[in-house]
């Protein structure tokens, strides 16, 4: 009878979801990089992080802004992007 609750005990554990450590601007710079906008693909070269906002180019020239909340599981959510060209 132990040998069986040992059994079930070890598989009723569940391990912790993994933790993503990136940066604001390097989570960004990876998880868009095939990301294509209205207005062009975004050029990740130019993805900089500042004052809750990344910054970055899309391949036409203009220039944008998206505000961002950091989640529990290390990852991002953004907010709308604005133009910050105009």
């Known amino acids: 009878m132990s040998f069986a609750l040992a059994i079930a005990g ?3 554990q569940q391990s912790e979801p993994k933790k993503d450590y990136r940066t604001a601007a390097q989570y ?3 998880e868009q990089v095939n ?7 975004i050029r ?3 993805v900089t992080e500042r004052d809750g906002r990344i ?10 802004a998206v505000r961002y909340t950091k989640r529990a599981d ?9 133009r910050t060209d105009k």
Do not use: A, I, L
């Open 55 to 64: 910054e970055y180019q899309t391949d036409n020239g203009m220039k944008w």
């Open 35 to 41: 990301t294509v906008t209205p207005h062009g693909r």
């Open 10 to 12: 070890g598989c009723s």
């Open 74 to 82: 290390g990852t991002y959510h953004y907010q709308n992007p604005e």
């Open 28 to 30: 960004f710079k990876e």
């Open 44 to 46: 990740t070269e130019t």
